[in-house]
């Protein structure tokens, strides 16, 4: 399962979205941040994690949905790989 992260800010960093990520889920290791291709209004990327328990992701995901961050307000969302 990855998390779908959607309007962040343009020319947030790979890393910054791992640290974000990390912040409101300290027993997640972020595996990868992948970007999603767009026409650039709403820049989004998925992150994968390493061997997320049960339910782990979908609830980082429901805690980071309209979340306010870089004055931009995040679509979060789980999606199957």
């Known amino acids: 399962m990855k998390l779908w992260l959607g309007n962040i800010a343009p020319g947030t960093t790979d890393e910054e979205v791992s640290d974000f990520v990390k912040k409101y889920s300290p027993g997640l290791e972020v595996k990868k941040v992948d970007r999603i291709e767009g026409d650039g209004t709403r820049p989004a990327v998925s992150v994968e994690f390493v061997n997320p328990p049960f339910g782990a992701v979908e609830k980082v995901a429901m805690r980071l949905h309209r ?3 870089k004055g931009r307000e995040l679509f979060a969302q ?3 790989f």
Request: proline residues 0%.
């Open 67 to 69: 979340m306010q961050w």
């Open 78 to 80: 789980t999606m199957q």
